[in-house]
């Protein structure tokens, strides 16, 4: 069985980076130093990879109808997410694709992020639980 979901997506400014760091506690200068990120060999100041992770899990649980609905959810981080000091930021798409139900009656998701067309998680799936 294959089903394709509603497609997602998320904007991404320098000022949600800002909040984001605040929140976690992670102020890595490659996440609002285009200086800094530049000279590590980065395109420029990149998301973190725990926020582009949590868009993800935002999408999973609009899908799921519920945050309690997600049994089990892993991603890989494959790209960064560049995110450009304008006002308008960046775009991340995320989509699913139903891979299968299980016996006890869960649907397998298959995930895809994307950000300028680019694929920035690998092997992202997620379990949510029969409604």
């Not at 000022?15 to 285009?34: M, Q």
């Not at 998301?47 to 945050?67: D, K, Y």
């Amino acid at each position: 069985m294959t089903a394709e979901l509603e497609p997602q997506t998320f904007r991404v400014t320098r000022a949600d980076l800002v909040r984001y760091a605040g929140a976690s506690g992670d102020f890595n200068p490659i996440h609002w130093s285009d200086r800094i990120a530049t000279g590590v060999g980065l395109p420029g100041v990149i998301a973190h990879g725990m926020f582009t992770m949590a868009l993800v899990g935002r999408a999973v649980t609009a899908w799921a109808g519920a945050p309690d609905a997600v049994v089990e959810f892993g991603v890989r981080f494959s790209r960064p997410v560049p995110v450009p000091d304008t006002d308008e930021g960046t775009e991340v798409v995320v989509t699913a694709t139903v891979k299968e139900i299980t016996d006890e009656g869960h649907t397998r998701l298959s995930l895809t992020a994307t950000c300028n067309g680019d694929k920035v998680l690998s092997m992202a799936q997620a379990l949510v639980r029969k409604r």
